[in-house]
């Protein structure tokens, strides 16, 4: 079983959709989550850290369900600007961040 | 946020030759900075993590005869990819982590990424 498990997608909505992703990762010991968003051939940068009591920033929205193994990210009113590969990350110690593939999102006008 | 930067963001090179890439925190120490991989429509994969003043610790598979890392100060660390072959053409990516107890402790940020291609 892979250790960040996410649907590539493409995931492709209308301005103004709201869409979620989810992620699971295998190690019931992981301590900080996060998405990151990553846009064509540049570096991840960290959109939200996500916390158990879920959290929230603007249109987005990120869950953690620890018994599950699984999170989630919630857009809504998605823009435009939102077209990127959302990466789930997990932080399993101290030092090491594992990545998911990524779900990419396409918006369309 | 933190600002880390990458040199050279892109580099063609021939086989066999050796490309050194670096990494900089730009407004805060970094005590640990991390080297990544990520091949097209692949997960980034940590290659090593470096702490300052000491060996970096090579994640399994990576060969660190093949890519050399230096991390001499609080602020930079050099990845070096010796004799590199067409394998080698990906796009790296450094991360930092702020120093212990104060701020960026927690969280990675991101070089831009060096793209390389061995011709």
């Known amino acids: 079983r892979k250790e960040v498990e996410q649907d590539p997608g493409p995931f492709n909505v209308p301005e103004g959709a709201t869409v979620a992703f989810n992620c699971t990762y295998s190690n019931s010991a992981s301590q900080s989550f996060f998405w990151y968003r990553q846009d064509c051939r540049k570096e991840p940068k960290l959109l939200m850290s996500?916390?158990?009591s879920g959290n929230e920033d603007g249109r987005f929205t990120a869950q953690l369900n620890r018994a599950s193994q699984y999170i989630s990210l919630l857009i809504r009113d998605s823009k435009l600007s939102d077209s990127a590969t959302y990466l789930c990350?997990?932080?399993?110690?101290?030092?090491?961040?594992?990545f998911g593939k990524g779900t990419m999102l396409l918006v369309s006008p | 946020g933190a600002v880390v930067s990458q040199h050279p963001s892109w580099v063609i090179c021939k086989s066999g030759t050796s490309v050194k890439i670096e990494c900089r925190s730009l407004d805060f120490q970094a005590t640990t900075m991390f080297w990544y991989r990520q091949f097209p429509k692949q997960s980034l994969m940590l290659m090593a993590t470096s702490n300052e003043g000491s060996k970096a610790t090579y994640e399994q598979g990576v060969e660190k005869d093949k890519f050399l890392i230096n991390h001499a100060s609080l602020t930079l660390s050099t990845l070096t990819v010796t004799s590199a072959h067409p394998e080698d053409s990906s796009f790296y990516i450094c991360?930092?982590?702020?120093?212990?107890?104060?701020?960026?402790?927690?969280?990675?940020?991101f070089g831009p990424g060096t793209r390389l291609l061995v011709l």
């Open positions: 996500v916390y158990s």
């Open positions: 990350v997990v932080n399993s110690g101290y030092s090491t961040l594992t």
């Open positions: 991360s930092a982590r702020g120093l212990a107890g104060v701020k960026y402790q927690e969280t990675q940020y």
